[in-house]
C-alpha cells in the first residue's frame, strides 16, 4: 500500500489542522516530523523529509504551506529520490518573509511527477495568480478553492475529506501501467534448422 507523507509548514500542523486529522483518521499516513518548527532550517528540514522518503519510496507526499515549498525545494534538488506524487496545497512566498526567507527562491521547474497544487484567491502567504504560476512550471494540476483563506484550521480547514480525495485522484494519476504481455516481436530461429 503507497503511504502518504504529510508535510507541514511553519509552526506545525497542530489539531484542529487537516493535516493533524488526516494523520489520526489515515492508517497509511504519516506526519513527517521535521524539527524545529517554529525556526526552520531548510536543509535540517530538507535531511528529515529525504530520510522519510528513503524509509518511504515511492510515497504520495502532501504538504501544506512552507511544506509545500519544501517538498518542491527538495524534489528539484534530489530528483533522483522515489516519490510517486505531490500534493501541495497554500505554498507560501518565502522572497520577503522574516520568518521563512532563508528558504530562497521557490523552485520553479517540473517536479518530474504528477503533482496538483491547491490554492485560494484570498490567501495571504500567496497571491493565486502566484501559485498558478507555480503549479505551471511545476507541471502540475491547479484546483481553485475560491476564497478559502491559507487552507487551514484558522480557514475552516479542520477534517477535510476534499484533500484524501485529491491524494486518491494522484493515486490514480501515478498508477504504473501493467506489464505488456505481449507476443516477443522477434522469434529465436537458431533452433528452427531445416
Not at 507523507?5 to 511553519?10: A, D
Not at 526552520?40 to 504538504?63: C, M, Q, Y
Not at 524534489?75 to 522574516?98: C, H, K, M, N, Y
Request: charged share 20%; proline share 9%.
Amino acid at each position: 500500500m503507497t503511504k502518504t507523507l504529510i508535510v507541514p509548514g511553519l509552526d506545525g500542523s497542530r489539531a484542529p489542522h487537516w493535516q493533524h486529522w488526516w494523520a489520526m483518521t489515515d492508517p497509511q499516513a504519516l506526519m513527517v516530523d521535521l524539527p524545529e518548527p517554529g525556526r526552520p532550517v531548510p536543509d535540517h528540514w530538507e535531511i528529515e523529509l529525504a530520510g522519510a522518503i528513503l524509509r518511504h519510496p515511492d510515497s504520495i507526499l502532501v504538504g501544506h504551506s512552507l511544506g509545500s515549498i519544501l517538498i518542491a525545494r527538495l524534489l528539484s534538488r534530489w530528483p533522483q529520490l522515489r516519490v510517486r506524487a505531490a500534493l501541495l496545497v497554500a505554498p507560501a512566498e518565502t522572497f520577503g518573509s522574516d520568518r521563512i526567507g532563508q528558504f530562497g527562491r521557490i523552485p520553479e521547474q517540473a517536479l518530474g511527477i504528477p503533482g496538483t497544487v491547491v490554492a485560494s484567491h484570498d490567501d495571504p502567504w500567496m497571491g493565486f495568480s502566484r501559485a498558478a504560476g507555480l503549479a505551471d512550471a511545476w507541471g502540475s494540476r491547479l484546483i481553485d478553492l475560491g476564497r478559502a483563506g491559507h487552507i487551514n484550521a484558522a480557514a475552516g480547514f479542520g477534517p477535510w475529506p476534499g484533500g484524501k480525495r485529491l491524494r486518491d485522484d494522484l493515486l490514480l494519476r501515478s498508477a504504473r501501467p501493467a506489464a505488456l504481455t505481449a507476443r516477443p516481436l522477434f522469434r529465436d530461429r537458431s533452433s528452427h534448422h531445416a
